[in-house]
């Protein structure tokens, strides 16, 4: 039983990580009923450019959009990760082909 809370705890923190990799945000940054991520939740899929770290999308670049998408992709697999219950979250194999896809996507075109 240890493992598989370990495993979930994990998946949870790495959820997190990569919020706050791209909204350059921290979860201690929020007060009240706002948490990272309700947040980013919120704004996805269609406001995607409030929450990103706007380092990360040029703006000017035509490709834009398919960089937003991106992210938003990316946003969803880390908010699958730190679901409320342990057992909705999900399994970190998942996530690796999760973003591997996404990368595909990116690079792909």
């Not at 009923?33 to 670049?61: F, G, I, R």
């Amino acid at each position: 039983m240890d493992g598989l809370v370990s495993l979930k705890c994990d998946v949870y923190c790495y959820g997190i990580m990569l919020l706050e990799t791209f909204t350059r945000r921290k979860p201690s940054e929020f007060e009240g009923h706002l948490s990272l991520k309700q947040w980013v939740s919120y704004s996805l899929p269609e406001a995607v450019m409030d929450v990103v770290d706007a380092n990360l999308v040029t703006p000017m670049d035509n490709r834009l959009q398919k960089e937003l998408d991106v992210v938003a992709s990316i946003m969803k697999v880390a908010l699958d990760c730190c679901a409320e219950s342990p057992a909705r979250r999900t399994n970190i194999k998942d996530v690796v082909g999760m973003l591997q896809k996404i990368k595909i996507q990116l690079l792909g075109s």
